[in-house]
């Protein structure tokens, strides 16, 4: 490329080099643009593990980048998870149009991206420790060897406190270390604007930034990891100082096809009679129900807490995957509702409420 030379020479030798690097490859390559299937690992910004002389090489396979991958839960009566329903059993809609369902898989197994956000502000003063230590115990129990997770805090700000690993007691170390921290000082509980610290301003983002922390995790953490991915938010759901708006945390999550949990945990006697009242119930509801998860209210209950915990695992463990090709593939960046309905009767479906049509929308 730095110099001329002669035209048929140089074809020769490009032809020649085509050759030598198609013999070095290590099998067929896929021509076009893909992405890995469900099934593949999800991507870790984790410093790689040292190999081990015997491990075999894992195999990606890669499909068009197209196809929707949708996960979702199924309940019947008093809201037990179902196990046992069919391709057969099931009927998929796009924008109201029939679909055909490419690949069903009962009881999804695929490895499994997580994130838990622990609420650090004044509001989770006295039930802390019961967090810390039922999402540690939850990790334990949840987590294989191909599943990540990560660790986020949230209060005055938003901090990483473990990035993704696999790593049990690494995770378990960044929970121990979180600690509450207010607008007035790290440790010092307290409501912003009651002398603790300044009401949150444009610009000044002080208090509890949950919908700032719902979106950074969605888009710097899970945007382009691909297969499982979910969320486990422990808070009271009041926010004060984000400058995410509730809606636009929504759309971050749906757009990193990541379903949310919200476990509502506080302590009742933290608002006492005060004017600021409490509001987050509606709102983490919708959140949870646009992404296709639930909310568990435990109030300060640490057994309620660990049978929420348990709850979602059981979830994880029962969720189905499904794959098709949109009958409209243009990559236009809108919402596109989907909906999955179930013949059997009395079969209530859990999953998100749709996805945007972007370039990335199989992870």
Known sequence: MKSVFHPLRAAAVLLTAGMVAALMLPGPCAMGQIIDTPDAPPVSAAPPMPAHVNEKPVTTLKVNVDLVNFYFTARGKHGKLIDDLTREDCALYENKQPQKIKTWTANANQPLTLGILLDTSGSQQDVLPLEKQSAAEFLRDVLRPKDQAFVLTFDVDVNLAQDFTNDIPLLDHALQQAQINTAGGGGSAGIPGLGQGPVPTVGDSRGTVL???????????????TGRKALILLTDGEDLGSATKPLQAIADAQKANTIVYVILIADPGFYGDSTFGYTGDAQMRRLAE????????????????????????????????????????????KFRKVKIVCQRPGVKIDAREGYYALPTMGN
């Open 211 to 225: 919908y700032d922390a719902v979106a950074q995790a969605a888009n710097d953490k899970l945007r382009e990891q």
């Open 290 to 333: 646009a992404t296709g998860g639930t909310v568990i209210n435990v109030g300060d209950n640490g057994a309620k807490l660990t049978a929420a915990f348990e709850e979602i695992a059981r979830e994880l463990r029962t969720q189905y995957a499904v794959s098709y090709t949109p009958a409209d593939r243009t990559m236009d960046g």
